[in-house]
């Protein structure tokens, strides 16, 4: 079994057409997200999104993968070690 990890992802929507595919993602990875914080900007039409999120490599490089595969959309992400390499 793949060892779980802590981590922080950061998303900047710059386009909001595409909030509704960012969400529907955020909901197929709900079981690895452990706190949630969005911001929009009225002004600019952009939002950002922080999530606390624990799991595996796989399952956060996939939730990363597919939503920096979104157009409008960047995200960052940063992850504790694992505690074999600590």
Do not use: W, Y
């Not at 999104?49 to 992400?77: E, W």
Request: hydrophobic share 35%.
């Amino acid at each position: 079994m793949e060892e779980e990890r802590l981590g922080f992802v950061g998303i900047v929507i710059e386009d909001r057409s595409s909030a509704r595919a960012v969400n529907e993602i955020l909901s197929c990875f709900g079981h690895i997200i452990r706190g949630r914080m969005g911001v929009p900007d009225s002004q600019s039409g952009e939002a950002v999104i922080g999530l606390i999120v624990r799991g595996g490599n796989s399952q956060l490089g996939a939730l990363t993968g597919r939503l920096g595969n979104l157009p409008g959309v960047q995200v960052k992400s940063a992850l504790t070690t694992s505690k074999k390499e600590r």
